[in-house]
């Protein structure tokens, strides 16, 4: 987990403040109504991911039409939108299978990569010229230059996230065939669990989300005070998973014994008139 971690803040670090202070405070505030209140908001996420989705998706037609593109997102916004509510439900399982998946192949990948760190740290003494390097032999300077020089000192966040996949896809290796079977395997968890403890699961992968999003707001965050926290918990990196683990417990529990769906209010009974 350490290295995926040392990744993200690498990309981060070559943001401008203004997007930082914004994915910091958005990550943050988004992260905590997912962490423990995901099941009672669940279709006022689905419908804003649906506008969010269908803005984007109609933005990018109204350029290929010649469309006014506000027109385009409020359109997009609108389709999607409603359809997601109207398939809440089918949603909400799809989306929770995903989580699954996700987490089944990122925990994976985090575990091949720092179990492979000492291997590349003692190939580093003889080939120090290394195609794929790790980010835990290095001081922040050295992974900003690294990030840089693998994405060709592209200019934009999307070439530097683009040169970072890439070179963390290199990173796993031969073992990037397990690395999908890992990502099938937690989709197919994902699915009998939902078939079977529906409510259980889906508080657990709101819980997961939300712990997510604030790890990367609070980095963001820190970021902008001029602190790399994953850098500086280099010698205390078991506590990053720790905190990962306690803090999706926590929301989970909460979310399954006090922020459930809110139940409707039973009618009041009608007054028995009294009979002549």
């Not at 439900?89 to 989580?99: E, G, P, T």
């Not at 290796?173 to 259980?200: D, E, N, S, T």
Request: glycine content about 10%; proline content about 4%.
């Amino acid at each position: 987990m350490y290295e995926l971690l040392l990744r993200t803040e690498t990309l981060l670090v070559g943001l401008a403040l203004p997007v930082l202070v914004a994915l910091g405070a958005g990550a943050i505030l988004v992260g905590l109504v997912l962490w423990l209140g995901g099941r009672r908001y669940g279709a006022v996420i689905i419908g804003l991911l649906g506008a969010v989705v269908g803005s984007a998706c109609g933005l990018l037609v109204g350029q290929q039409f010649n469309v006014n593109p506000w027109l385009g997102m409020i359109v997009g916004a609108a389709v999607l939108g409603g359809l997601s509510l109207l398939l809440k439900n089918v949603l909400i399982v799809v989306l929770a299978v995903l989580v699954f998946s996700a987490v089944s192949g990122a925990g994976y990948l985090a575990l091949i990569l720092d179990r492979a760190i000492p291997q590349a740290q003692a190939a580093d003494q003889n080939e120090p010229r290394q195609t794929v390097r790790y980010f835990s032999g290095m001081g922040l300077a050295e992974r900003r230059t690294y990030i840089n020089d693998i994405s060709h000192e592209g200019q934009t966040f999307a070439d530097r996230l683009k040169a970072l996949l890439t070179n963390t896809w290199e990173a796993a290796g031969p073992r990037a065939w397990a690395l999908a079977l890992a990502v099938l395997a937690g989709a197919v968890v994902g699915i009998v669990l939902v078939w079977f403890l529906a409510k259980i699961v889906i508080a657990l992968a709101y819980s997961i989300v939300g712990t997510a999003t604030i790890f990367l707001g609070v980095q963001a965050a820190l970021l902008v005070a001029g602190v790399p926290v994953v850098s500086d918990l280099a010698s205390r990196r078991g506590a990053l998973p720790v905190a990962f683990l306690v803090m999706t417990v926590v929301g989970w529990l909460w979310q399954l014994f006090f922020a459930g769906p809110k139940k409707p209010e039973p009618a009041p009974a009608k007054e028995t008139e009294p009979s002549d």
